[in-house]
């Protein structure tokens, strides 16, 4: 660990307003500033490991919103993550978190055969059942939050069902590579196929290549770098063999990882070259901001966004996607109080913390509301997971969808 970047805070605490877990709390040892404090002194050696430590520690949802708001470019949410990476290398992970983050997401043929079963348990109405007799309460409770997260699941994955070439609607303005995110892709195909589409419609041949695999971030979450590193060479080199202007991708947590590539693979130039081209559907969206007006129809809803931690905090991405909203005609775009501030998916927080998760997204569903809005629209797989969860059971009446479904709905009129 970089001790330089600990000594950096000078304890001003104008992170704390925006730490998720610190407004819940008010805790010192909840907040940005005090999670940097407690790293320092366990190098300094001045504290030992207990309980306690570790549980404030853990807490973090390494949401970064303290890197956006620190005015010495103290980065808490890295930190602790890097020091609960170094810590856990040395103790190994729970059979959950080796299930999920290393063996099972990476893998997007695991992936996808794992998601037939949950298929047939929808289709055959077995899902009513067991929630309906609430025999999910026989499971562990880890399982049974896991279920409760699951949408209706799209009779095939996109990644068997898109064509590797999508040509371009009208002259050709340049080629592009699709990332198809593996659970973006798989629980939110329609989304994602909107994100082809629309691309197409602008005059940009997509490619997608079949082989890809993960980004590499549930690797991270799991604290396999090499695991990681493996990815990042894998995908490079795909993606390199192909003549593309830029790689684009609809999710979140997968553009804020193929832009670390470069870092991840540092000295490797290729890795670099390929992260300089990665682009948010939003931002190559809101550079053909004047064509694709042309093409949007009237929607009279009332609108609200949420932004994803990896697309606020760690991609900087705030007014690409409030924009092309708002280029709707019709539309009442309300904007969404605390709107950067986290749901409370982070990862596999929501499954492990699901206590501090739930009081983060209680706050959340509460500014919603607030707005009056029809639509939440958001563009990352937790997110979309956890409130359209959320919105189901508080106010069914609002709907949660990606923004390229939003814009989709505008071109169709
Ligand atoms: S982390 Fe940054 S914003 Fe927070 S107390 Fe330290 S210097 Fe201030
Ligand atoms: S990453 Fe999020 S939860 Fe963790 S200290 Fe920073 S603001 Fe708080």
Redo the contacts with the bound molecule.
Sequence with gaps: MDYVKLINCMRCGM?LP?????KETFLETA??RG?VALVRKFQEGELVESEKFLEYVSL????????SACPCGVN??EL?AEFRCEKKQGEGLSIMEELILRKLVPHPDRLEAATAPMRLYQRTGMQKVVRSLGLLKMFPAALGRMEGLLPTLPDAPLRQTLEEVTPALGPEKGTVGFFLGCVMSLLFSEASLATVQLLSALGYRVITPKAQKCCGAPNMLGHDKEGVQQAARFNTDLFQSYQLDFVVTDCGGCGAELKKYGHHLEGEQAATAFSTKVRDISEILATEAAALKERLKPLPLRVTYHDPCHIAHCQGIRSQPRALIGMIPGIDFRELGEADA?CGSAGTYNIEKPEMSDRVLSRKVQNIQKTGAGYLVTSNPGCLLQLKKALSEATPQVKVIHLTELLQMSMAG
């Design positions: 992170c925006h730490c998720p877990t610190y907040s940005p999670r973090c949802l390494d949401c970064q919103a303290c890197a808490a949410g602790v986290c």
